[in-house]
């Protein structure tokens, strides 16, 4: 944002000498001339007239730059400023012993970004978050490279379903923690006044309907995948199956825009556009970390504030989202029932007796 080179040619313009120019800076003559050398060879441009006996002034290009800069200054100055105020921010929290930052992955939510401006206002908590998929998500947290990751999952998935044998691999009881954020409802994202009168997924398999997917690896796309194969349809039969977007935001622009005629998302998502929202199925989402980060304070801070009246308010506002014991340490093996699932026994073959 600020080269301290244009401090440098500044100086000199201004007082006409580099002894004078390095004491109004408050350097030496030889930092000065080093520094001024050193860019000239990087820019492979000369910066400063130098004639012995003559007051030293800007070359050509010297003059051209700084210009440059000045008006870069200028027509950014706004953003500038706001760039240093966030910076300030973020170097004054490393030095203040009561703020936490906690490294989040996560699947895409609403709740969740509302969440990050919650916790800065309420307990100096920094959520660093990168959306991804939850299996991302999921992945990033075991491989330690960050605390806390979020997914979600239909409450009462079958036996032998896609999130069971996505997620059971990579989750396991007393290794990791499960918390509880929000239950949220996930259905079919429209244009306004559904003009296609789409009801149902077995509708994306009609004739002239173009359909906005999620990417692999998330959740939704999980969750998709899961209902077309209990509703039996096949997917090479919906127009759009293999187009997908990052986000449920970007689904529901990509239906605003009118590049498809539906998308499977959250109903914030859809309001966040004006577009109408027809509810398929509530899910749970959950935040997870490991067992031995659990005590560390950043992410007992979270759970604080999760906890709170206030959070659960904000949350109970949002379209489409209810509080789900949002910040309470839960059992996984009880939450998810891939655990529970009894194994099926083996039974021997009958031997018919043979004939004598």
């Not at 999921?138 to 069971?164: D, K, Q, W, Y």
């Not at 935001?249 to 998502?269: F, M, N, P």
Request: proline share 5%.
């Amino acid at each position: 944002m600020r080269n301290p080179l244009m401090d440098m040619l500044l100086a000199i313009r201004e007082c006409g000498s580099i002894s004078a120019a390095a004491k109004k800076l408050g350097l030496s003559y030889r930092h000065v001339w080093g520094e001024l050398k050193r860019w000239e060879e990087d820019l492979g441009q000369s910066l400063i007239i130098w004639e012995k006996g003559q007051p030293a002034r800007l070359s050509s290009f010297g003059d051209k730059l700084l210009w440059a800069e000045r008006q870069a200054q200028a027509r950014l100055a706004a953003q500038i400023s706001s760039l240093h105020a966030e910076m300030e921010r973020a170097f004054a929290m490393v030095f203040d012993d009561a703020s936490h930052v906690l490294s989040l992955y996560a699947s895409h939510d609403e709740a969740m970004m509302e969440l990050r401006n919650h916790t800065v206002r309420q307990q100096k908590l920094h959520l660093d978050i990168q959306f991804c998929g939850s299996v991302d998500a999921i992945s990033a947290l075991n491989e330690g490279r960050c605390i806390m990751a979020g997914f979600h999952t239909p409450p009462h998935p079958v036996r032998g379903s896609l999130p069971e044998r996505t997620y059971k691999r990579l989750l396991k009881p007393g290794l990791h923690k499960l918390i509880g954020f929000a239950r949220r409802e996930q259905g079919l994202i429209v244009a306004k006044g559904n003009p296609r009168s789409i009801s149902s997924l077995k509708d994306l398999a009609r004739p002239g309907l173009r359909f906005v997917n999620r990417a692999l690896g998330t959740g939704t796309r999980l969750l998709l995948d899961q209902m077309l194969a209990e509703q039996e349809v096949n997917p090479l039969e919906i127009d759009g199956y293999a187009f997908a977007e990052p986000s449920h935001a970007a689904v529901a622009s990509a239906v605003a825009a009118g590049y498809a005629d539906v998308g499977l998302g959250i109903e914030a998502a859809a309001r966040a556009q004006h577009l109408d929202f027809v509810p398929l199925v509530e899910e749970d989402y959950y935040l997870v970390c490991l067992k031995s980060t659990l005590a560390e304070p950043a992410v007992q801070a979270l759970l604080a504030v999760m906890k709170t009246a206030e959070w659960q308010q904000r949350l109970a506002r949002m379209p489409g989202y209810t509080p789900s014991r949002s910040g309470e340490v839960l059992s996984m093996s009880k939450e998810l029932p891939w655990w529970r699932f009894k194994s099926q026994k083996k039974v021997a073959p009958l031997v018919e007796a043979s004939e004598e």
